[in-house]
């Protein structure tokens, strides 16, 4: 019986749709942004929620001490790389890289060709011809494990990246912390000081009035007391702007933020720092060095794959034929020839950009350098300042004592004991200022090194989701999924 062309069509799509109804193919799930539940999932993170409770405990955090009473650096600091969107943004961008190696790692498709003749002039024999072949390409030279090696670096770059991320989102609350706890510190040495001078002007005028003293001494302690206001006020000012920027950098909204018990003076208790080995730590365990290093092995692969373009991939095509009745086998192979260029211009531009990532590197490294010099440097002046800062004030200490006692004892007057308290809280003011300083200092040498150089300890895998996405589908669990092949091996 022979088929007609339209049923062989027919059987043609029928075969090919039972091909692809087997193949187990993704369908498309729509996610749009919906700005709306966008803003109400940010406003909805709370520190007091469940599923920060459990990343907490997952953080090795004391389960007594939960929930938290007194936030310092290290509370805000997981409340940041829990809430924070930045770190999101970072796993995405790595998610992106993984993906990108399950596409190196794939082999080529199989290709398939048909064909049908029909010859009109032969009427003893079968007017069809049938054709049936398909195309095996053959990657050479070890293109595709270049392929596979060059995605892996890139993803192990974007991998550390989120690291950095998280460092960074680190470094920012610190600062903004340090910030915070200085402005709320000083504005009450402030109010302090406007209360003495207040009363010292009031004392100053009664002394006047009785022609104890001269409006000279009473203007000028009406001006100094006039900048202590002005510093007051400039200072109190500072501070809801300042804690709204710790309120973002800890991922958190501002109403949020305002019920948590802050401490505002623990970095003045800080603990000196060993700077020994911290350049030797700087140059290997930096996290912009290590993914420096991920995109040179990267540079490096993708040079191997364009040098082993000059040998050209080979494509077999078996097929076979039935034609009118007499059957025919036939192989067949074909192959770009890459005689003229042997692709000159990729190997160059491969090579220009491995010697891009080298020269950036030493610039990074060199970077580092000169970054950590400096910030040794200013974290060991910070040192001197405080303690000379420390010495003074121990001395103003003892006088004012002093005058406290001769007061106490009828031999001092309520103006002298006020100016010299008026000058131990100056002191106390420097004191504040240097300890300071040596807290900006010690975060410039965190950045130096890219680590805590307390004894708190960063999350040692970062890219590790900490909570669910808004707007979740079905594709990104699969996406979740993926598995880096690096890690792999």
């Given amino acids: 019986m022979r088929l007609k062309p339209r049923k062989i069509q027919l059987a043609a799509i029928a075969s090919l749709a039972l ?49 938290i009473q007194q936030w310092n650096l290290s509370e805000l600091t997981y409340s940041a790389l829990f809430f924070h969107p930045d770190l999101n943004v970072a796993r995405s961008q790595w998610r992106a890289a993984q993906a990108a190696q399950i596409t190196a790692a794939q082999r080529p498709e199989i290709g398939i060709n048909a064909s049908a003749d029909n010859h009109q002039q032969h009427k003893n024999k079968s007017p069809w011809t049938y054709t049936l072949g398909i195309d095996i390409p053959i990657v050479t030279a070890g293109k595709r494990d270049a392929q596979i090696e060059q995605a892996a670096g890139l993803s192990e770059a974007a991998r550390i990246e989120i690291a950095q991320t998280a460092w960074q989102v680190r470094s920012r609350l610190a600062k903004s912390l340090l910030e915070y706890q200085f402005a709320t510190q000083q504005a009450a040495i402030l109010a302090n000081e406007v209360k003495l001078r207040t009363s010292i002007v009031d004392m100053l005028q009664k002394r006047v009035d009785a022609g104890m003293a001269s409006n000279i001494e009473l203007s000028n302690a009406r001006i100094a007391l006039q900048k202590a206001e002005q510093s007051l006020n400039t200072e109190t000012g500072k501070i809801p702007a300042l804690q709204a920027s710790l309120a973002s950098d800890a991922g958190l909204p501002l109403a949020a933020f305002k019920q948590l018990n802050v401490i505002n003076d623990s970095y003045t208790r800080d603990k000196p720092i060993g700077l020994d080995s911290l350049q030797y730590e700087a140059l290997l365990n930096r996290l912009d060095i290590r993914a420096a290093l991920a995109r040179y092995e990267a540079a490096e692969a993708k040079l191997r794959l364009e040098i082993a373009k000059q040998y050209p991939d080979i494509t077999l095509s078996p097929s076979k034929t039935l034609d009118q009745g007499d059957k025919i086998w036939s192989l067949g192979f074909s192959s770009l020839l890459t005689l003229i260029n042997k692709n000159r211009g990729l190997i160059a531009e ?48 003892k006088r004012t004592l002093q005058t406290q006692r001769q007061f106490d004892a009828g031999f001092a007057d309520k103006l002298e004991l006020s100016t010299k308290q008026l000058e131990n809280l100056i002191a106390k003011q420097n004191v504040l200022q240097s300890a300071y300083g040596i807290q900006q200092a010690k975060l410039a040498l965190e950045d130096a090194v890219q680590r805590p150089l307390d004894d708190f300890n960063m999350p040692n895998n970062p890219e590790v989701a900490s909570k669910p996405e808004i707007n979740k589908t079905p594709e990104t669990n699969k996406n979740l999924e993926i598995k880096s092949v690096r890690n792999a091996q």
């Fill in 350 to 397: 491969a090579k220009a950009l491995r010697e891009v990532e080298i020269a950036q590197f030493e610039a990074l490294q060199a970077k580092v350098i000169s970054e950590l010099n400096q910030s040794k440097a200013s974290y060991q002046a910070t040192l001197e300042a405080n303690a000379k800062a420390n010495t003074v004030l121990a001395s103003q200490e």
């Fill in 19 to 67: 091909l692809s109804s087997g193949c187990g193919f993704e369908s498309y799930f729509s996610k749009p942004i919906k700005p709306a539940e966008v803003v109400k999932h940010l406003e909805a993170q709370s520190p007091d929620s469940p599923a920060f409770q459990e990343y907490l405990l997952a953080q090795n955090y004391p389960q007594s001490q939960l929930p």
